[in-house]
């Protein structure tokens, strides 16, 4: 059984005064639910058991209180699951908040976007807060918590720049395409990562994918379309994938087989008549 709860708490400013935009709040608790909702598909993503609709419903959080003296708190939950997974993203989440503010890079789970997002929360416009405080609270674990202010900014302003040096990544990216072996691939094992090849419209994806997630009979899909959703890293001259979600696709007809069927199509239409008479009329009309 799994269940998160995060305390938000805004300090100085106007927030002092029980007061903050809409547009703050808005733009704060969307950045920090996207977040939540990647580092769930990231940390689960071994997990056949757990689908993208699961995740999208498990990692909704919920307003579960009102903000408390002498600064503005707001205490947010999710729903209780079966699993552990969403407690497990909340704490990878704030643990790779307070590694970013510690100067120690991206954790695990952790993409440019929590890191865009976290900028977000260390530059409040207008006074409205001198200090953001997320805590991620579990009764049987210690508090997280994490400060986002003006020092915290400037660590992240340092690693957005060394960011850009690295290969761009992508949660939950989509790719469709044509299923390859690779040669150098054990795929009779009955567990563990294996690497597929992927020829899609903008070149090859090497995809790396759980076994368990494969049908039974391999040879029965290669050469297939297929649809893959995971995590996508841009590098040059080789992209990959880490696969979340894969589905094999109905096939499509090829085109010798799509202009045999226009030939016959039109052979039934113009059967007994004469195209040209039609064709004389066209020309005559304009």
Known sequence: MGKLKLIITFHGGKADEHQLSIDT?????????????????MVSHADVEVSAEQINEESKLFLSAEPAAGSLKLY???????????????????????????????????????????????????????SMELTVSQDA???LSVVFNERYSLAVERQLVALKTLPPEIHGHEIEGILHALDDQDYTKPYGPVLLKVASYDGDWLCEIEKQRLPVDLNSVWGKRVFMRGFAT????????????????????????????????NEKIWEGQDPTEYLDRVRESH
Not at 25 to 41: G, H, M
Not at 102 to 130: N, R, T
Not at 237 to 254: A, C, H, Y
């Open 234 to 265: 841009f590098r040059p001259r080789k992209k990959t994938l880490r696969v979340s979600e894969m589905e094999i696709l109905p096939d499509r007809p090829g085109l010798l087989d799509a202009v045999g069927r226009f030939i016959e199509i």
């Open 76 to 130: 947010f939950v999710s729903a209780e699951t079966e699993n552990d997974w969403i407690e497990v993203s909340g704490r990878e989440y704030a643990k790779g908040l307070r590694l970013i503010g510690a100067g120690g890079g991206l954790s695990s789970g952790v993409s440019k976007s929590v890191l865009e997002h976290a900028k977000l929360f260390s530059s409040p416009k207008d006074g409205e807060y001198e």
């Open 25 to 41: 709040l808005a733009k704060t608790f969307s950045a920090i639910s996207s977040d939540i909702k990647n580092v769930y598909r």
């Open 141 to 143: 674990e210690p508090d």
